[in-house]
């Protein structure tokens, strides 16, 4: 219990003696299994926001002064007053909701192969593949095999889809903004074939049939687009992609027609800020844009300056970074030093926090000292639809929660997923399944730490 407040509401037995405000996030790092009332205005990334659970399964969508536009509205169930004012500082107790505002960021993101087998061939539409709720494993303990290619002893996971269809979806709406890494082209309806599931070329793409569940159903603000599967339909792709995209309202950045549309970023208002997205890729099998030349931004040192700045210029209060990158190789857990090296030309840039993608496996998060507080990076979220079924570790990813008060981060959350037949992107019990993503991402992860 912090000093000089009492609790109203709910009736709590208090300890006999009470804790300085200030000192309580430092206390709970040593006693992680306890929980602590807190002053909204001491709320940030070291002390873990525990929501009230509300009728979503595993107690999301309830009361919660950290949560969404919905949760923060609700009638919030604990109250207090300050009986000591020379304990408190005035900042301290400070709230106002029309500062706090939420960021959803999801993972790998290309409905073919097994999406397009679900939707299109089996004929369940691309409204099911988006629809997911939650699920569970037919095995009582999956494997967690270490990551060692040539993946001989890679094991599957078997998830069975147990309803609440359509929350995943429901949790993208309702943040105030929502994001999306989407890496293969999107090409009109009439052009378009699914890619067999047998067969052995990693050539993708999808129809333009995903846009309208992208940005209504999803409520997707907007999309990265700098990824190594963008030349697979050569440059008609990039166009289309381009094109249909601006057609249905889809913002978007990381892909253009030459370095410099390639590098445009796109923008989102919220809370009174304006916060700016920008995209790179460094992983091979996409044409790298230039001028004149169609493809996307590589990360460079120059490039990362030259794409914050076009940010800052537009505009940007905030601006959030996407580097594709794999520092060498695909499907590993943990940040190697290339990526070490690019995280620190993000830096220099200025970008406020960094969100990567493309390893297809999720993990890790850094937490470390920004310009305006706590920046935030998660090297990878894994996957979200992607097709690749033979691997745990490759069906499993986490949807990125992060909330702000202003500029500044002060709450950081990971919700597990599984993709339900490679194809249906479902919750995971954080408790149960969930947690093995969830170990994955914490064994490597920096929190606190400074460059």
């Known amino acids: 219990m912090p000093c000089g407040i009492q609790v109203a509401e709910p009736a709590l037995t208090a ?6 405000a200030d000192t309580v996030a430092e206390w709970l790092r040593g006693h992680q299994g306890r929980i602590a009332l807190l002053p909204p205005g001491l709320v940030e990334p070291a002390t873990k926001v525990l929501s009230i ?8 969508f309830g009361p919660d002064l950290f949560g969404d536009a919905k949760a923060r509205a609700k009638d919030y169930p604990i109250t207090g007053t300050a009986t000591d004012a020379g304990a408190l500082d005035p900042a301290w107790l400070a709230y106002d909701p029309a500062e706090v505002w939420t960021l959803t960021n999801i993972g790998s993101l290309c409905a073919d192969r097994w999406a397009a087998h679900q939707a299109a061939t089996l004929g369940k539409g691309w409204h099911w593949i988006f629809n997911g709720g939650t699920a569970r494993y037919a095995a009582a303990a999956p494997v967690d095999p270490p990551v060692v290619p040539p993946f ?6 078997d998830p069975i889809d147990t309803g609440n269809a359509g929350a995943v979806a429901k949790l993208l709406r309702r943040s105030d903004v929502a994001i999306a890494d989407h890496e293969c082209p999107i090409v009109p309806s009439e052009d378009w074939t699914p890619r067999a599931i047998t067969d052995p070329l990693n050539v993708f793409s999808v129809p333009e049939d995903v846009l309208p569940e992208w940005r209504d159903f999803l409520g997707l603000d907007a999309v990265y687009l700098a990824a190594n599967h963008m ?7 990039v166009r289309s992609t381009l094109d249909l995209m601006d057609e249905y309202g889809v913002a978007r950045t990381g892909l253009g027609m030459n370095l410099r549309q390639a590098l445009e970023p796109t923008y989102v208002d919220v809370a009174g800020l304006k916060i700016g997205f920008v995209a790179f890729n460094d992983v091979a099998g996409v044409q790298r844009a230039g001028p004149g030349v169609p493809g996307v931004p590589w990360i460079t040192r120059r490039n990362a300056i030259r794409g914050v700045q076009l940010a800052r210029d537009g505009g940007a209060d905030m601006v959030i970074c996407n580097p594709q990158w794999w ?3 695909e499907y590993h857990d943990d940040l190697w030093p290339l990526q070490e090296t690019q995280l620190g030309w993000f830096e220099e840039a200025g970008c406020d926090h960094v969100i990567g993608s493309g390893t297809h496996v999720a993990g890790p998060m ?3 000292q920004g310009a305006h507080g706590p920046s935030v990076t998660l090297v990878s979220p894994g996957n979200f639809v992607f097709g690749q079924g033979w691997w745990q570790e490759a069906q499993e990813g986490v949807i990125l929660d992060l909330t702000f008060r202003g500029q500044t981060l002060v709450n950081v959350r990971m919700r597990p997923t599984v993709q339900v037949l490679a194809a249906r992107p ?7 399944e969930g947690s093995y993503v969830l170990k994955r991402i914490y064994k490597y992860s920096e929190l ?4």
Do not use: H, K, T, Y
């Open 53 to 60: 659970a509300g009728s979503g399964p595993f107690g999301m």
């Open 426 to 432: 479902s919750f995971l019990d954080p408790q149960a």
């Open 448 to 451: 606190g730490s400074a460059r």
């Open 366 to 368: 850094l937490i470390r």
């Open 152 to 157: 001989e002893n890679a094991v599957p996971v």
């Open 327 to 329: 520092g060498g190789a």
């Open 15 to 20: 300890p006999a003696d009470c804790r300085p």
């Open 231 to 237: 030349s697979d339909q050569g440059v008609a792709g």
